[in-house]
């Protein structure tokens, strides 16, 4: 059975930084993608980026140049290393895995864990 337990959320200002951690047991990241939505109050979850099976890091919504996925695949762990924070950035940040491919449909993805609350103070 696959499980993902997400940590490392927390309150920081605006420009600072946060890294999540999701720690994934029960499949390995040969043949299962993860990745990481988040869900303003109020708003639908979105996808932010997602780890290919081929170890590619793909990044969604305003991101881009400010996140980055890193892994341990010893510990079976993916990171979610967030600079440059905003405040729109805050919202509970999940981790999620699929078999195959990455895509940014929440409702496509089976395993998920329960959260890690991140709040930007602006």
């Known amino acids: 059975e696959e499980q993902l337990v997400e940590s490392g959320g927390g309150l920081v200002q605006a420009g600072g930084s946060l890294r999540l951690s999701c720690a994934a047991s029960g499949f390995t990241f040969d043949d299962y993608v993860i990745a990481w939505f988040r869900q303003a109050p109020g708003k639908e979850r979105e996808g932010v980026s997602c780890?290919?099976?081929?170890?590619?890091?793909i990044y969604y919504a305003d991101v881009k140049g400010r996140f980055t996925i890193t892994s341990d695949d010893a510990k079976n762990t993916v990171h979610l290393n967030m600079n440059s924070l905003k405040a729109e950035d805050t919202g509970v940040y999940y981790c999620a895995a699929k078999r195959s491919s990455c895509t940014g449909g929440a409702f496509l993805y089976p395993s998920w864990g329960p959260g890690t609350q991140v709040t930007v103070s602006s």
């Open positions: 780890r290919t099976t081929s170890g590619l890091n």
